[in-house]
């Protein structure tokens, strides 16, 4: 176990809705990141936040934002639930400045999103 | 084009045999190379990690890099059931918007049976 916890485990939402998923870092970490993967796919990276600001972004619309707090945890919101937002959600956290591309990336096991 | 491009299989192999698993990108700047491991219903385990090119080896785990041929590999000896899960190799660059992203390919789903 890597000492990254998410939750919930499951959540089924309709489409239109907002959804907030939670992710607690290993202890020591101070640099999250969000990854979306879709059933039979590799991890697609959504946002990384650093020290509670946002460093870095991948191809994911507005409407995907997220919040590190002081003790380093996070929150991914997705606004406006579409029928392709199901997945899996993937936190990983990391240590370091800024992270840095060398940091190990430590995954939890990740929140299943459904969309009716 | 996918910036990595990975055979998502099945691979299905039985118990002892040597498991070779490849990916291919098309972004020279990466130049971090992983391995994750993920089972069922779990988030990715780091296999391996290796800086630019050449091999490392960790117990019955070797990985390769090539980057002249933008080509990694993840070659697994004497498979045990235990190693039945998918497969993913990740990459990543160097500074910028890219600084802490994870590049991802398909996943290779491996089935070792006994």
């Known amino acids: 176990e890597t000492g990254v916890t998410q939750s919930p485990t499951h959540l089924i939402k309709t489409r239109g809705q907002q959804v907030t998923l939670r992710c607690s870092s290993q202890s020591g970490h101070n640099t999250v990141s969000w990854y979306q993967q879709a059933l039979g796919q590799g991890p697609q990276f959504i946002f990384q936040?650093?020290?509670?600001?946002?460093?870095g972004r991948g191809n994911f619309p507005p409407r995907f934002s997220g919040l590190q707090f002081p003790n380093y945890s996070s929150e991914l919101n997705v606004n406006a639930l579409e029928l392709d937002d199901s997945a899996l959600y993937l936190c990983a956290s990391s240590s370091g400045l800024a992270g840095g591309v060398t940091d190990t990336q430590y995954f939890g096991p990740g929140t299943r999103l459904t969309v009716l | 084009q996918k910036e990595v491009e990975q055979d998502p299989g099945p691979l299905s192999v039985p118990e002892g045999a040597i498991v070779s698993l490849n990916c291919t990108y098309s972004n020279s700047a990466f130049q971090y190379f992983m391995w994750y491991r993920q089972y069922s219903r779990k988030g990715p385990e780091l296999l391996m990690y290796t800086y630019s090119s050449g091999n490392k080896e960790d117990g019955r785990f070797t990985a390769q890099v090539d980057k002249s041929s933008k080509y990694i590999s993840l070659f697994i000896r004497d498979s045990q059931p235990s190693d039945s899960a998918t497969y993913l190799c990740?990459?990543?660059?160097?500074?910028?918007?890219?600084?802490?992203?994870?590049?991802f390919g398909q996943g290779t789903i491996l089935t070792v049976h006994p």
């Open positions: 936040y650093y020290r509670e600001e946002e460093n």
């Open positions: 990740a990459m990543s660059a160097l500074g910028g918007t890219s600084y802490g992203k994870l590049t």
